[in-house]
């Protein structure tokens, strides 16, 4: 799994190492990535002290950002998902729900397909639009 984003308690990052604990009571194999940096850093280290987990802190290539999160299932927001079959799942913000959620989407046949479809209907280009006409 990736989390990106700032490490700080309204983005709650500890919510996916404590995914991960729920998958890994489960027997399921997993590994984190921690893309990004802030406040709860320290905390969090803490936190996945004894899980496979790899903090690599803020990255400002893009291309780096992009690799690490190719391995990412699905992240959106719950009604896009919900709009494009295949490509994602939600999970309410519980651990337990979350593992459910990743073991969902990794015995999903062509969620690749499915989750490129979706990104393809949100262009950055209509978020930037949506950003200024309301910014």
């Known amino acids: 799994m990736v989390v990106a984003g700032r490490l700080s308690a309204e983005k709650r990052p500890d919510l996916a190492i404590e995914t991960l604990r729920a998958l890994r009571a ?8 921690v893309v990004g940096d802030g ?3 320290p905390a969090l280290a803490r936190l996945a002290r004894d899980l496979p987990v ?7 290539d893009r291309a ?3 690799a690490a999160l190719v391995a990412v299932a699905a992240a959106a927001p719950a ?3 919900a ?3 295949g490509a994602g799942t939600s999970a309410g913000p519980d651990p337990a ?29 209509a978020t930037v639009a949506t950003i200024t006409a309301t910014g």
Do not use: I, K, N, Q
């Open 26 to 33: 489960e027997g399921v194999d997993g590994e984190l990535t």
């Open 39 to 41: 406040a709860m850093r």
């Open 54 to 60: 790899r903090f690599v802190g803020h990255l400002r």
């Open 64 to 66: 780096a950002v992009a």
């Open 79 to 81: 009604e896009v998902v």
């Open 83 to 85: 709009a494009h079959p």
């Open 97 to 125: 729900a979350f593992a459910r959620a990743v073991a969902r989407l990794s015995g999903t046949p062509h969620r690749r397909d499915a989750a490129r479809v979706c990104a393809e209907a949100y262009p950055w280009s």
